[in-house]
DNA sequence: AACGTACATTGCAATATTGCGATGATTTTA
DNA sequence: TAAAATCATCGCAATATTGCAATGTACGTT
């Protein structure tokens, strides 16, 4: 019924999840390399560079705050994004210690 | 419209989006999880562990096959279900390639 | 104070996802 | 050949996601 049913999955396996899914859509990927290059940029700078509207920007960065990826400094009338090293951090560790894995499957 | 927008990215970008977006739910990472541990499953094996219904199964399965993590063998009335390798490693490397990156944050 | 700028939020339409019962297809077994 | 086993597919309901126009909010400028 489109409702996940989490309570199913260790909490590890929500974590990794749900930073997957807010990796998993190219206008979120397009935003962090963005960050990546740039250091620094406010919502403007990304509807610029992306091509979507700018309500449509804002609610991808939310989601990327959600999961703590990014987080946004106001700064005046603007707000400077960047990228959370915590979380960076976290999420390349996660990733590194999930894919580095010896496969010994020998069924095909 | 509910309409990813994938003609404004690069291949790269839809690439890792969609790897991601396939591990962006809890159902499938412990159905990696448990290939990873037991070198091959049936579907049924992922049923009985996961507690999820076998079409719900079935459905996340094909949504793994269709990025290319895993892959099926029909084996009897069974189907030997592993990780494929070579996508395993595209995806390694997508994913530490995109993680270990010096950030040179300095606005936060 | 009035206006402009920058961003968030709201509300909506279109589409996608999640989950499952029922059913179909395929292979093995009796 | 009939029955059983295993998995895929269909069809449906509930919910989530994507995208944008309109509007709201907060800060700076005049």
Same mark, same amino acid.
């Given at each position: 019924?489109?409702?996940?049913?989490?309570? *199913?999955?260790?909490?590890? &396996?929500?974590?990794?999840?749900? @930073?997957? $899914?807010? %990796?998993?859509?190219?206008?979120? @990927?397009? @935003?962090? &390399? &963005? %960050? *990546?290059? $740039?250091?620094?940029?406010?919502?403007?700078?990304?509807? $610029?560079? @992306?091509?979507?509207? &700018?309500?449509?920007?804002?609610?991808?960065? *939310?989601? %990327?705050?959600?999961?703590?990826?990014? $987080?946004?400094?106001?700064?005046?009338?603007?707000?400077?994004?960047?990228?959370?090293?915590?979380?960076? *951090?976290?999420?390349?560790?996660?990733?590194?210690?999930?894919?580095?894995?010896?496969?010994?499957?020998?069924?095909?």
């Amino acid at each position: 019924m489109g409702v996940t049913k989490s309570d *199913k999955f260790t909490e590890e &396996q929500n974590r990794l999840a749900s @930073i997957a $899914k807010a %990796l998993g859509h190219p206008a979120r @990927i397009a @935003i962090i &390399q &963005q %960050l *990546k290059e $740039k250091d620094a940029c406010n919502c403007g700078d990304f509807v $610029k560079e @992306i091509g979507l509207a &700018q309500p449509t920007i804002s609610q991808h960065l *939310k989601e %990327l705050r959600n999961v703590g990826i990014i $987080k946004g400094t106001v700064e005046g009338t603007s707000v400077c994004y960047c990228i959370s090293h915590d979380t960076w *951090k976290e999420c390349r560790e996660l990733f590194a210690e999930w894919f580095n894995v010896d496969l010994g499957c020998s069924c095909c």
